[in-house]
């Protein structure tokens, strides 16, 4: 399914001129080999987000553990706030949100199933629960065997922008 999503998004951005493709590298002068995001002109202007994941919760406990990332509920909020951050330096909002991959690992402490609820609880913190901000975005929520960073949560979320006298 993650390949077909792929593909489609690029059969997108070969419609258009790589000359027109914006890309945000990641921040601190990483190396790592992807944009945080990626615009796609022209109309409606699309925004790709890379996946992004927590902060430890308590980065004193031994890595890797609950106590270091904290539950699902936590790492969403955590993450949601991460994304946030990289929002506000490109000029977007959660209002922009078209498209989210919410990706959640089993839980131990739910006997390896992801922690849907917990999710919800932070997704909707940013998401339709309040007037300031009624978009929603189309969603697809994943449960995966395991993250690179050894969280429970990883989103992506693709934003859209109308290009100026559109």
């Known amino acids: 399914m993650r390949i077909s999503i792929c593909v489609s998004l690029l059969l997108m951005a070969m419609s258009v001129h790589a000359a027109d493709i914006v890309r945000y590298p990641l921040p601190d002068n990483s190396t790592f080999p992807i944009s945080d995001a990626v615009q796609v ?3 409606t202007t699309l925004i790709f987000q890379s996946g992004a ?3 430890p919760l308590n980065p004193k406990a031994a890595e890797g553990t609950a106590a270091y990332w904290g539950d699902t509920k936590a ?3 955590s993450t949601l706030a991460n994304i946030k951050a990289s ?3 490109e000029g977007l909002t959660f209002g922009d949100a078209v498209k989210m991959l919410a990706f959640l690992v089993g ?5 390896g199933k992801m922690d849907f609820s917990g999710f919800m609880e932070g997704y909707t913190q940013y998401f339709g629960a309040s007037a300031h901000q009624p978009n929603l975005p189309a ?3 994943i ?3 395991g993250l690179a960073s050894g969280a429970l949560v ?3 979320i693709v934003f859209a922008k109308q290009t100026a006298g559109k």
Request: aromatic share 0%; no cysteine; hydrophobic share 25%.
């Open 87 to 89: 929002l506000d330096k």
């Open 154 to 156: 990883e989103i992506e």
């Open 53 to 55: 994941g927590p902060s």
């Open 75 to 77: 790492q969403t909020l």
């Open 139 to 141: 969603r697809s929520t």
């Open 107 to 111: 839980d131990p402490a739910k006997g």
């Open 41 to 43: 002109p022209p109309g």
């Open 143 to 145: 449960q995966v065997a």
